[in-house]
């Protein structure tokens, strides 16, 4: 058996991440395994203030490239203070979001261009790609659907919904271009079923 792995969760917004990741974790941890959970942006304090910054609904003026700099330069601080350290240990890293959220969000959501978002991580990253990623599979209109009740809409999550589909259609093509990393997810399912799928895929890779 291997001793550590890097796994993340990526989907749109509305497709149940944190729900799922959570339960996956609980369930992990019940199971006897060495995990830990945690997200992007933030999992740390420095990365928990720049997400308040990139996320404020207030913050308008915000530059695409200065948010695709902020995101990388919180995954940069988090990696340092909490994953590498965890992985060093030998554990299970659960994350909520990693580098494919920004090729999505800031590549093609904002329009930046997927590779010159890689290359802006590259310099965070240095090297620490995760060992899978579960995509939760979901149409931008059912996210958007999913998150209408929510009391508190983001910066991003008040986006438009031409900007969710270009989201989407981002998400679809990261499939395609790391296919032997990715493992991809129904998330029309209900929580229970999609959470049980992500444990049953992530069991056949750690044994
Ligand atoms: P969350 O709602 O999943 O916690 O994520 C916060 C928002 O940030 C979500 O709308 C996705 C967005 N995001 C990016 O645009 N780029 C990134 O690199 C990350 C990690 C998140």
């Known amino acids: 058996m291997r001793k ?33 959970l945690t997200r992007e942006p933030g999992g740390i304090d420095i990365a928990e203030q720049i997400r308040k910054v990139i996320l404020d609904p207030a913050n308008t003026a915000m530059d695409d490239r200065t948010e695709a700099l902020l995101y990388a330069a919180s995954r940069r601080q988090h990696l340092v203070e909490k994953v590498f350290p965890a992985l060093k240990d030998g554990k299970i890293v659960l994350c909520d979001r990693f580098l494919d959220s920004s090729l999505a969000y800031q ?34 209109e059912t996210g958007l659907n999913r998150i209408q009740s929510r009391s508190f809409k983001d910066r991003l ?46 069991l056949e890779m750690i044994q």
């Open 157 to 202: 999550d008040q986006e438009s919904i031409d900007f969710h589909y270009r989201v989407v259609n981002g998400y679809k093509e990261i499939v395609e271009r790391f296919k032997e990393r990715m493992i991809v997810i129904d998330a029309s399912q209900c929580a229970e079923k999609v959470a049980e799928d992500a444990y049953q895929k992530i």
């Open 4 to 36: 550590s792995w890097f796994i993340t969760f990526e989907g749109p917004d509305g497709s149940g991440k944190t729900t799922v990741s959570t339960m996956v974790y609980e369930r992990l941890l019940r199971d006897g395994f060495d995990v830990i």
């Open 107 to 140: 590549g093609a959501g904002r329009g930046l261009g997927m590779d010159e978002v890689l290359k802006i991580n590259q310099f965070a990253i240095d090297q620490c790609m995760p060992d899978k990623t579960l995509y939760l599979d979901l149409d931008a």
